[in-house]
Every structure is written in structure tokens, then in C-alpha cells.
């Protein structure tokens, strides 16, 4: 009988390993943790602490790109942006802006919250919901951290349109548009039953962050620099975020009750 060697695992496609590749080094992670602590707090502890400390890296690569910002650098590029986009002004599109941009307040995005919390709840995800809250409101604080410290002053090139009084970097709308729109569609579509719904949350919830950016800019309180900024934050919460639903369900076996209430979440 002639044996059949199965596939090679090293074999994989490069595509798919390049998109992987931060899902298995996550993994490496919790696996390593898992060989060294013992318990399920404990672990979860010890994953924070590591989330943290990556944190720490990303806090680094955020203070590059404000010294970029603070040096004038990309000022003048700034300022051409939101000069064009003055000139493509009217009425009618002044009235789009202005409602788009209020998906962006704290009040709209403290009842996306709510609501999503409240599902959350009912169908017995409770850690989802205390990982969305202390998402939203570490974000919140982090925004604020922020803005004082760079305290960078709002756009003077063109009238603005809205009424603001906060420093202008990184932008607030921006920040937390991404942190609270995408966490709620990772949580929300991973109870989603097919590929095709997770995929239509994650455009909606991406339209309505790009929408509400670019509303900044329009409205002229923003620079450009401000908005990316307020997204690659946003990104970098929102990754924790999900890396820590990860951890909880990784680690849920340790704990019953948990592992209850995350038995029917996607992989």
C-alpha cells in the first residue's frame, strides 16, 4: 500500500499568511501565557499587562507623527486640504455635513452603546459588554489625554461651519467614531451566522467612520493630520479591544461560567 504524505503545513499561501499573521502572533501570546500562568484571571491579567506594553509601543509611533505635526511639516498640505474642500461648499451640503458629523457627538455615540449593550446583554455576552464600555470610555479618556497634551490649535485657513472649543489634535469625532463603530461591529458580527452579514456590519460601520472624517474637514475644524490621527488611535484601541475579547475566549475554558457565555462566538 502506497501511504499518502498529508500537505505540508509549512505550506501555506503567502497572501493568507500575510493577512494571519497578526492573529498568530496573538495566538503565540495566549499560548505562552497559558504554558506559564495558571487561572483564568491570572492569565487574563497577564495578557493585559503584555497589551499594555504594546500600548506603550504604539504610544511611541503616535508621538513621532505629532512631532511631524507639531513641526509644521505637513502644515501647509493641511491647510490646502481643507481649503479645497471649502471651495466645493454649499448650503445643501453644509446640512449634509453638519448631520453627519452628529454621528460623531458623545450623546449619539453614548445611545449606539447603550443599545448594543443592552443586546449584548440579553443574549448572555456579558464580557462583551464590559470590554465595549471600558472600550468606549478608555477611548474617551485617552482622546482627552491627548488633545492636552499636544494641544494643538483648530484650523484658522477657513471659516468653520461647526461650533467647537477643544484643541484640534487628534480629532475627537474621529477617535471616537472609530473606537465606538468598530467595536461594536466586531462584537456584533461575530455572532453574525454568515460571512455575508459580518461583511455588510464592517462597511456600514467603516462608511459611517470615513463620513464622519471627512466631515471634519469640511466643516473646517479639522485638519487632515488631525482625522488620521484620530483614526490610527482609534485602530490601535480597537485592536486592543479585540485582542482582549480573543483572551477572554481563549482563556474562557479556565472559568465556566464564561465559557457558557462564550461557547457560540465565531473563531
Not at 493577512?19 to 504554558?35: E, G, Q, V
Not at 464580557?127 to 479618556?141: E, F, N, P, Q, T
Request: hydrophobic residues 50%; contains cysteine.
Amino acid at each position: 500500500m502506497v501511504s499518502r504524505r498529508p500537505p505540508s503545513r509549512d505550506r501555506r499561501d503567502p497572501e493568507r499568511s500575510r493577512l494571519s499573521a497578526p492573529r498568530d502572533a496573538l495566538y503565540t501570546i495566549l499560548r505562552f501565557i497559558a504554558r506559564h500562568v495558571r487561572g483564568f484571571w491570572a492569565a487574563l491579567a497577564a495578557f493585559l499587562t503584555a497589551g499594555l506594553a504594546l500600548a506603550g509601543i504604539a504610544a511611541i509611533a503616535f508621538g513621532v507623527l505629532a512631532g511631524i505635526v507639531r513641526g509644521g511639516t505637513i502644515q501647509a498640505l493641511d491647510e490646502s486640504v481643507v481649503r479645497w474642500l471649502a471651495t466645493h461648499r454649499s448650503p445643501a451640503l453644509d446640512d449634509i455635513m453638519l448631520e453627519v458629523t452628529t454621528l460623531g457627538d458623545g450623546v449619539v455615540l453614548i445611545m449606539i452603546v447603550a443599545v448594543a449593550s443592552v443586546f449584548l446583554w440579553l443574549t448572555r455576552h456579558h464580557w462583551s459588554v464590559y470590554i465595549l464600555l471600558v472600550g468606549m470610555i478608555g477611548g474617551k479618556v485617552l482622546n482627552t489625554l491627548l488633545k492636552a497634551s499636544f494641544d494643538r490649535t483648530r484650523p484658522s485657513a477657513v471659516e468653520w461651519i461647526d461650533q467647537v472649543s477643544s484643541p484640534s489634535f487628534p480629532s475627537g469625532h474621529a477617535m471616537g467614531a472609530f473606537i465606538t463603530y468598530g467595536t461594536v461591529a466586531y462584537l456584533v458580527a461575530r455572532l453574525e451566522p454568515t460571512r455575508r452579514l459580518r461583511y455588510a456590519t464592517w462597511f456600514i460601520a467603516c462608511a459611517i467612520i470615513i463620513a464622519i472624517g471627512i466631515s471634519r474637514m469640511y466643516l473646517g475644524v479639522h485638519y487632515p493630520s488631525d482625522v488620521i490621527a484620530g483614526f490610527a488611535a482609534g485602530l490601535a484601541w480597537v485592536a486592543i479591544v479585540a485582542s482582549s475579547v480573543t483572551a477572554v475566549r481563549f482563556f474562557a475554558p479556565r472559568r465556566p461560567v464564561t465559557a457558557v457565555e462564550e461557547r457560540d462566538l465565531a473563531k
